[in-house]
């Protein structure tokens, strides 16, 4: 049983859903039947659909009363971002994760995700589809367009960062608690956001090889999505947020 593995830590696993209707029950049904079998903390999942059209927050509700180690969360505001703030301010867990309800990338990274934050070897730890040891299945257009993006954070905030972008994080809730509230973006921009203010504080963040596959079904729209991660990385620039030396928990200056 889950509760006889448990060392120590409680681990909130986060799943923004956006009309997932057709999805969502399995995926679930998936991630909890891995947790039971493997996850050695004491875990719960948070299912949060922020603004679905179609039969995700019925469903949400029907997993949330099913499960015991489930909860459900109803926002009328979109983004994923949106959807990580409201979830993580109000969890009460050691350490604060999230991952797509796709489940593109393989549960079974989730203990090389989320053991350096348990033992204190980093404050976030990330999934990455383009770390040494990464594998990955997508178009070639998705691909371009990632590798693209991720190269153009790491020349504008010299962070060092390789895939800013995966649906698969973990930090600590004394992290969340101090970044959080500097975060403005509440789209698909929050990760990189997220990662910016962390390394500006002088936060370790760990990144993890993961085995990751695209879905045929992604709701992401690329074209617009990636405009609207310019116009953040031009807004986090402007407010000076590039990475230089400082000790950890101290702002970095411009």
């Known amino acids: 049983m889950p509760e006889e593995r448990a060392i ?3 681990l909130d696993i986060t799943v923004p859903v ?5 999805c969502l029950e399995q995926s679930i049904a998936t991630m909890v039947g891995y947790l039971a079998e493997s996850c050695p903390y004491d875990w ?3 299912v949060v659909d922020n603004g679905s059209e179609d039969a995700t927050w019925a469903i ?3 997993l949330a009363a099913t499960y015991d180690r489930v909860s459900a969360l109803h926002l009328d505001q979109r983004g994923r971002g949106a959807a990580l703030k409201a979830s993580w301010a109000r969890s009460s867990a050691d350490v604060l994760a999230y991952t797509d309800v796709d489940l593109s990338t393989s549960l079974e990274s989730l203990p090389a995700l989320v053991d350096p934050i348990v033992s204190g070897r980093a404050e976030v730890s990330i999934g990455s589809r383009l770390a040494k040891g990464a594998s990955v299945r997508r178009s070639l257009r998705r691909e371009v367009i990632s590798r693209t993006y991720n190269v153009i954070t790491r020349a504008a905030f010299r962070y060092g960062v390789r895939d800013a972008q ?3 994080k973990a930090l600590s809730a004394q992290v969340a ?3 959080l509230p500097e975060i403005v973006d509440d789209g698909w921009f929050f990760d990189t956001e997220l990662l910016v203010k962390a390394k500006r504080y002088g936060f370790r963040v760990h990144e993890v090889p993961v085995a990751w596959v695209e879905d045929p079904d992604s709701r992401v729209r690329i074209v617009s999505t990636a405009v609207a991660d310019l116009k953040g990385i031009w807004r986090v620039l402007r407010e000076g947020q590039t990475v230089r030396g400082s000790h950890p928990g101290e702002p970095r200056q411009r």
């Open 177 to 179: 608690a101090k970044l």
């Open 18 to 22: 956006l009309n997932e209707e057709s």
């Open 44 to 46: 719960s999942v948070t």
């Open 60 to 62: 949400a509700a029907s």
């Open 8 to 10: 120590g830590a409680a």
């Open 166 to 168: 995966c649906g698969f």
